[in-house]
Structures are given as C-alpha cells and as structure tokens.
C-alpha cells in the first residue's frame, strides 16, 4: 500500500500563483492530480507518466499550469499559475500501481479508476 502526502494549499488572489506537492511512500508508475469543487464531480487536472515522462492536462488548465516530479524520490509537483475563483477546490494526488500497470495495454490518465492509491486532499481557495 502506497500513502500519499500533499503539501502546499492554501488561500490566494486571483491571478496568483501556487505550487502543490505530493510525496508517495513507495514505487508508482506515474502520479496525477485531480479536484473536487463543492457540489461538483471529481475531475481530472494534470499527471505524469514516468516511464515515458509524458504531461497530461485537462484544458482548463493547459498553458497555466506545469506538473513535474522525480521517479526516485517518488514526488510530484504541481504549478499552477493565472489562478481563477473557479479554480477553488479540494485537490488529490494519486498514483497509478505499477503492477497493475504492467499488466495494461493502455492507460488513460485521466480516469479516475486508473489510479490505486489517492491522498487526503489539500484545499485551495482563490479569492476574486
């Protein structure tokens, strides 16, 4: 069982900036961020593959924000820039299992029941 740790919510102005991080206790096969507003679907944001390092966007968020991280360390990072009110949500950090992992022929990122282990969330408000 992996846990995840997220760090770096918190409150600020529309048009600010804000980084969140999010540590894994073991291995993943990649590492992504999804956000839940209230009273909204969970919805995908950003991940990244770290067997072929590719970046994956929702297009809310595409051209504003930069996910990176390190596979040894097993951490990710999440940029975001040009923040909006709409942006206020709760955020998880997930991570895909790379036994399940092997053993798919394709994953979409972006799906929710791709991902095996999931953090508490971090909350970012984005005040107008």
């Known amino acids: 069982q992996v846990q995840l740790v997220e760090s770096g919510g918190g409150l600020v102005q529309a048009g600010g900036s804000l980084s969140l991080s999010c540590a894994a206790s073991?291995?993943?096969?990649?590492m992504g961020w999804f956000r839940q507003a209230p009273g909204k679907e969970r919805e995908f944001v950003a991940a990244?593959?770290?067997?072929?390092?590719?970046?994956f966007y929702a297009d809310f968020v595409k051209g504003r924000s930069t996910i990176s991280g390190d596979n040894a360390k097993n951490t990710v990072l999440l940029e975001m820039n040009s923040l909006k009110p709409e942006d206020t949500a709760v955020y998880y950090c997930?991570?895909?299992?790379?036994?399940?992992?092997?053993?798919?022929?394709?994953?979409?990122?972006?799906?929710?029941?791709?991902?095996?282990?999931w953090g508490q969330g971090t909350q970012v408000t984005v005040s107008s």
């Open positions: 073991g291995r993943t096969y990649g």
């Open positions: 997930a991570a895909i299992d790379p036994e399940w992992a092997r053993s798919t022929a394709v994953i979409a990122y972006s799906v929710e029941e791709v991902y095996a282990y």
């Open positions: 990244i593959s770290w067997r072929v390092g590719n970046t």
